[in-house]
């Protein structure tokens, strides 16, 4: 048998491939398309995701959702993510980057002060607000938070009729689809046969025949 596996204790001198691996642990925003459409605004996920590639070659570089396996493959690169960012910590809501109300510039210092969500915003205590300064868009500390409030507060008023709308069409499709599939099950209906000029003939002298038969029995 070739000793060959890297965890087989006859292979001497084994190395470990992964060792060359460049791997990065981080946090990506993902878009939530169900809780998107229910709110009637952006929202968004923070998942982890594992990006590796063997050092010098981007060819092979993959960047995908992490997984335990990836966690247990790549375990010091995973201690190192949890010790420095706080392990798998997650937030849902609105990025910022997603408000319209605020400049690029207002999103990065807002970021830099621990506020990563709009939701953050509306719901920061009087406290919480004083860490803003001058807050951001040119407007108040407090007069942001309402602001943001208000923006959540008039997403969920429309994303009310904007899901009874999809509702309504998709059992309308439904409606469509049960009557398109009621229809194919009905047999069409079955054609007359066509007579050809000799069956024509045929029935054109038995009728003549059973006439003049008639006629002799007629008493005179």
Known sequence: MLASDVNNPQFVGANDPDSVMVVRFYKRAVKNN?????EGRPVFEDKIYCEYYPAGSLLLKMDVP???????????????YELTQGGDSREVGTPLSQWALLSPADVENL???????????AGAS????????????GLAPHV??????????????????QKQAEDIAALKK??????T???????????????????????????KNARAAKTQKTPS
Not at 111 to 121: A, C, P, Q, W
Not at 144 to 161: E, G, K, M, S, Y
């Open 144 to 161: 942001l938070r309402a602001r943001a409030q208000a923006f959540l507060a008039a997403a969920q008023d429309t994303a009310l009729p």
């Open 174 to 179: 439904q409606v469509d689809e049960l009557i």
């Open 34 to 38: 169900f809780k998107t459409r229910t």
């Open 126 to 137: 009087d406290q919480t607000l004083q860490t803003l300064g001058m807050g951001a868009a």
């Open 66 to 80: 992490a997984q335990e396996a990836h966690k247990m493959r790549f375990a010091k690169q995973w201690a190192y």
């Open 181 to 207: 599939a009621l229809a194919a099950q009905k047999k069409p209906a079955k054609r007359k046969k066509e007579l050809t000029d000799q069956e024509r003939a045929a029935i054109g002298q038995r009728l």
């Open 111 to 121: 970021r830099g002060l621990k506020f990563n969500t709009v939701e953050n915003i």
